[in-house]
């Protein structure tokens, strides 16, 4: 299964609408966000737009936390949280300093999704990989995503100005 793994899109809707719309074209219907979605109206665009979210918490969201209630395709993880996918184990959080909270929630030995920096990276260490998508909301670097194939395990970076 295909996921947009995007981040930090402090209400940037005409950014998250290419994003979505690209995914659309790719077949991707699924996404991961690592935070900073920001507020209700971002939150319920993305909920109306994917079939699965899952979703943490990051450090300058505006909505309210009970409003995710209301969409049953949201899997809220709160500051952090790990879960399977296709037999693979997958972490997320916003902040990168916790990864060492999700490490210790599940053997990730996988991939762990985090946000907060604005920067793309991908780094492969103690045998699982550790992967920032960057900015959707385009603040201090391009705006950026990833695509993860849960299946094969496949990552790949997108800047969304070459699309």
Known sequence: MKFLVI???????????????????????????CGDVANSET??????????????????EIY?????????NINYLGRFGAFELDGRTVGLCHEPWFIAKVLQLKKCDDIIFYGHTHEPWLEAKDGYIIANPGTLGGVFN?????VYDSLS?????KILESL
């Open 7 to 33: 981040s930090d899109i402090h209400d940037n809707l005409v950014n998250l609408e290419k994003c979505v719309n690209w995914g659309k074209r790719e077949n991707v219907a699924n996404a991961i966000c």
């Open 142 to 146: 391009k705006a950026s995503f990833a």
């Open 153 to 157: 395990g496949g990552l790949e970076l």
């Open 43 to 60: 939150l319920k665009y993305l909920a109306d737009n994917f079939k699965i979210i899952y979703l943490v918490r990051g450090n300058l």
């Open 64 to 72: 309210d936390e009970a409003e995710i209630k209301e969409y049953k």
